[in-house]
């Protein structure tokens, strides 16, 4: 027969498993509203009967089970809506942030109640020269002329710095951004170990395991990731692309954040910073740190001597993203691309900026300095003066002697120095202005017209204006001069600082080229340039042909021109190049930039940032519905439910009462069997 107390075993392992259930239930109902957690079961099997093997048992004697055990308590969750979730999430934080940060660039060009649009303030400049234009002479309408282009190269410098602020802020981001991913892998190699070492003894780490998800959607936000848990429970954690080969295994493998309990570091190091061409800015680049704080090497991407054939270092160990927060401030603050481009960052707008600051310059002044200044200047009536000028690195106004218009940007775009000392600057007339008196002085004919500033108001319909590519000069604002090596960096072109160094490696006489080398930005190229059947001491026919060298790994095209008289290169033994020869630089298939007309560039510019914008909320509410619906299919299935917890809270009591139920019966029956058994009779 079955041993006496066997049946209280029984209902005491039923009381033991509707009491966990209680317990669950409970831990379920009090984290309803936390965040992150997930929904907890118990998995209950029932205890085989304790046999022994024989052939024959009568059916009173068959054996029954021993009651019920607990065989699972996890979590309720599926690594597929995970996965899921979180792809959608760093597209849709990538989106977002960057519609963000699109909407200050917005309201940058639709001006402010302190400043005023940049086109109503262009449009008050066109119209303060229509005014001019019926009466030259009247001092009013020229102070008119005057204020209204301070106005205007006031409203260009504003807009240039406050979108200077957002790159420098965007990019400051890229910095904090980093940051936060170095701070989440060291907490997520905490909860591997933690997790790790509770679950050694065959229990499952849930509450844990819930706050590492927590922080894996966390660093989803931030940055594309990829994860795993190994078969022995270890996590490794991957972020960004395919990253670079080299020492560090496959190029997924060196991109790896957490190794189990070891993590490496990102960082911004000034190694890896590049100067943005467009702004000067120097920009955060993130970068894999070794131990010491210092950038890993990029084996891939060796750091040359000036010939090519000694490697003296390598470049940073950069790493390799496309999506979340990460990847939106980073293009915000870096790309320059445009129309062309699928994510133009704040460095184009601030190039679209410059081009109509440029374009407005070289426009007005290339009228406004073939005309005549009032008589009543301090000069007199004199031509040569320009309109708009640029403040220098002094921050004074750059006269225009030395003008330059490469230099010109929305940034320091000012009036010129004479228009600025005095109204009568301003050139109207075609033809020199004399009054009564004057020298030369004939008629009342000589009183100048207002010609000139008609043509220059003219401008606000021309449709076909361009910006024309320009030598490259130096600071003192004269054409540069190079020797065999000159470091570009200090000269400007019509994208800024290069940034860039040329250096002349010689002249082989065997194969009649010529070996010309550029430097910069962790690139060098070099160009052999063919000199068969050109006379090594004639100034033309060298200049023709060095006249148009192209760097296509720089998008650079080099000209070499205006070669002094005395230039010999015939002695190929000492062939280097002298002092005497000027060097334009251009960009591949920017020579001329087209403008159009002045309204019709502005415009089309703050519908590019309109539409741009557009874009990036219409993609922002796709991916948000994309991110929820992911979401809320994790959610039904992970989260709690306070009815479900309800019934499986009934469920449990039910349970945990019929249990005891059932020990209360044995005990009546026990007491029968004890104490009354063998009284009767008696």
């Avoid at 390799?320 to 320059?336: C, V, W």
């Avoid at 540069?480 to 860039?500: C, S, W």
């Avoid at 089309?604 to 990036?616: D, M, P």
Wanted: charged share 20%; with cysteine.
């Amino acid at each position: 027969m079955r041993p006496t107390f066997f049946g209280l075993e029984i209902s005491r392992t039923g009381l033991f498993v509707s009491q966990k259930g209680l317990d669950v239930t409970g831990h379920n109902i009090a984290n309803v509203e936390t965040d992150g957690y997930t929904r907890q079961r118990l998995v209950q099997t029932a205890i085989d009967p304790f046999s022994t093997i024989r052939k024959v048992r009568p059916v009173e004697q068959a054996l029954i089970g021993a009651g019920a055990r607990i065989m699972i308590h996890d979590q309720i969750r599926s690594q597929f809506l995970d996965r899921q979730y979180r792809t959608e999430a760093h597209f849709f934080q990538y989106w977002q942030a960057r519609t963000e940060g699109l909407k200050h660039v917005e309201a940058i060009f639709e001006g402010s109640e302190s400043i005023g649009g940049i086109t109503d303030v262009m449009d008050q400049f066109f119209k303060a020269l229509n005014t001019a234009a019926t009466n030259a002479n009247d001092r009013e309408q020229r102070v008119l002329v005057r204020e209204a282009t301070v106005g205007l190269t006031l409203n260009l410098n504003i807009m240039y710095d406050r979108l200077l602020k957002q790159q420098e802020a965007q990019n400051e981001t890229v910095r904090v951004y980093v940051e936060e991913i170095n701070t989440i892998a060291e907490r997520i190699s905490v909860l591997n170990k933690n997790i790790y070492a509770f679950e050694l003894n065959g229990h499952h780490a849930n509450d844990l395991r819930d706050k590492r998800n927590l922080l894996l959607d966390e660093l989803s936000e931030l940055v594309d990731i990829e994860y795993m848990e190994t078969e022995d429970n270890k996590m490794i954690v991957w972020i960004g692309g395919e990253g670079a080969a080299g020492p560090y295994g496959s190029r997924k493998d060196a991109n790896v954040l957490v190794d189990h309990i070891n993590v490496r570091t990102l960082g911004t190091p000034a190694e890896a910073q590049t100067a943005c061409p467009i702004t000067g800015v120097m920009l955060n680049q993130p970068a894999w740190l070794d131990d010491s704080g210092k950038p890993l090497p990029d084996v891939t991407r060796p750091i040359m001597d000036e010939t090519g054939g000694v490697i003296m270092g390598y470049e940073p160990l950069l790493l390799d993203f496309t999506r979340g927060k990460l990847a939106a401030a980073y293009n915000l603050a870096n790309s320059y691309e445009g129309r062309s481009g699928e994510t133009p960052g704040i460095p184009y707008f601030i190039e679209q900026l410059n081009v109509l600051a440029r374009s407005l310059a070289q426009s007005m002044n290339e009228i406004h300095s073939a005309g005549w200044t009032h008589t009543n200047s301090p000069a007199g009536s004199v031509t040569g003066v320009n309109l708009f000028s640029y403040l220098g690195a002094d921050g004074r106004i750059v006269d225009d002697a030395t003008f330059d218009i490469s230099k010109v940007s929305a940034g320091n775009i000012s009036l010129s120095q004479r228009v600025t000392e005095s109204e009568y600057y301003v050139a109207s007339s075609t033809t020199q202005v004399r009054r009564p008196g004057d020298p030369g002085y004939a008629d009342g004919t000589d009183m100048g017209n207002n010609i000139n500033i008609t043509a220059m108001y003219r401008l606000v319909n021309e449709q076909a204006l361009a910006l024309h590519s320009y030598a490259v000069k130096n600071d003192a604002g004269v054409a540069a001069r190079v020797t065999d090596a000159v470091e570009l960096d200090k000269l400007t072109g019509a994208d800024g600082k290069l940034g860039v160094s040329v250096s002349f490696a010689g002249y082989n006489p065997d194969t009649q080229r010529l070996s010309i080398t550029l430097t910069g930005g962790g690139r060098t190229q070099t160009v052999d340039v063919n000199m068969a059947g050109v006379e090594l001491n004639a100034q033309s026919t060298i200049a023709n042909a060095l006249s148009a060298v192209n760097f296509n790994e720089f998008g650079l095209t080099l000209n070499f021109r205006e070669l002094a008289a005395d230039f010999d290169f015939s002695d190929v033994d000492n062939a280097v190049f002298p002092e005497d020869f000027v060097l334009d630089i251009s960009r591949e298939g920017a020579d001329t930039v087209p403008v159009g007309s002045f309204f019709g560039f502005l415009n089309g510019l703050v519908l590019e940032v309109a539409t741009t914008l557009r874009h990036g909320k219409t993609v922002t509410e796709a991916q948000l519905i994309q991110m929820h619906n992911a979401g809320m299919a994790r959610v039904s299935l992970s989260g709690v439910s306070l009815d479900e917890e309800m019934t499986n809270l009934i469920r449990y009591q039910h349970a945990y009462s019929g249990s005891a139920r059932v020990i209360t019966a044995m005990d009546e029956a026990l007491d029968i069997l004890i104490n009354r058994t063998g009284l009767v009779g008696r």
